[in-house]
């Protein structure tokens, strides 16, 4: 079970938060490279476009004739290998969108999670309380955790948008839901702040899910159970006739 530092609504630090039983300190690297990948990918337009030879204009003409010159042969001078003509096997317009299932990128935003608490970049604040958008006081509560100078991920409980206006002008500081952060996000950020309520929020959703899937399995055993076909036993005339290889006419 891995620990974070625990401070008060006001950075003051109280000790350490045990962080739940999903924080188990496993990391994939192998899912976390699909995710990172996967979330690059949708991020690329995909509008680079070169012209092939049957694109380029001009170049209808045969540029002299085939022998007596003493050059090489050409027929149009919209070949590669000419100023202004097409090109080979150049990018065309195309999407870089990688598709994920669901539990890929559950587990990748876990191993996420659970390399930055194995690096102790993790700090569990009670609540973040903002009256109104503040630069000046979320700078202020990131200089008393020691993260002024760094990249700074700031999750919390729920939609809280006086946080996220405070973070807008700053370049190194993001705010988001804990629930909508992704891999990608996570491991960008060399530090983790997450309100205690999410933690707490996500902790109780994921028992309940175990709960519910648990259900699900154990109803999907039964209902398979219930359907499967009995065999019925043959009588020992059947099998006695079964074995000479007859039968009635």
Do not use: C
């Not at 949708?42 to 380029?56: A, D, L, N």
């Not at 009670?126 to 993260?147: C, I, V, Y």
């Not at 002024?148 to 500081?173: F, M, W």
């Not at 909508?180 to 028992?207: F, H, N, Q």
């Amino acid at each position: 079970m891995l620990e974070a530092r625990h401070y008060t609504a006001a950075a003051k630090k109280k000790g350490t938060y045990e962080l739940p039983a999903a924080y188990d300190g496993t990391i994939n690297e192998a899912v976390l490279y699909h995710a990172v990948r996967a979330f690059l990918g949708s991020q690329r337009q995909g509008t680079h476009s070169t012209k092939t030879r049957s694109e380029v204009s001009g170049g209808s003409a045969k540029p002299w004739r085939q022998k007596g010159t003493g050059r090489a042969r050409q027929g149009t001078t919209r070949a590669a290998q000419w100023r202004g003509g097409g090109v080979v096997f150049g990018p065309k317009p195309r999407a870089y969108t990688v598709k994920l299932p669901r539990r890929v990128k559950q587990l990748a935003r876990q191993s996420a999670l659970n390399a930055r608490a194995s690096d102790g970049a993790v700090y569990i604040i009670e609540a973040l309380s903002f009256e109104k958008p503040s630069t000046k006081q979320l700078l202020a509560t990131l200089g008393k955790l020691d993260l002024a100078d760094q990249k700074v991920l700031v999750l919390t409980a729920d939609h809280r948008p006086e946080v996220y206006l405070s973070s807008r002008n700053l370049q190194r500081v993001y705010v988001m839901r804990y629930t909508e952060a992704t891999a990608y996000e996570i491991l960008w950020a060399d530090a983790l702040v997450i309100e205690e309520a999410a933690v707490r929020e996500d902790e109780g959703s994921a028992a309940a899910k175990d709960e519910v899937d648990t259900e699900k399995r154990a109803a999907k055993r039964t209902t398979a159970k219930k359907s499967a076909p009995t065999k019925k036993r043959a009588t020992t005339k059947q099998r006695v006739t079964k074995k000479k290889g007859g039968g009635d006419a």
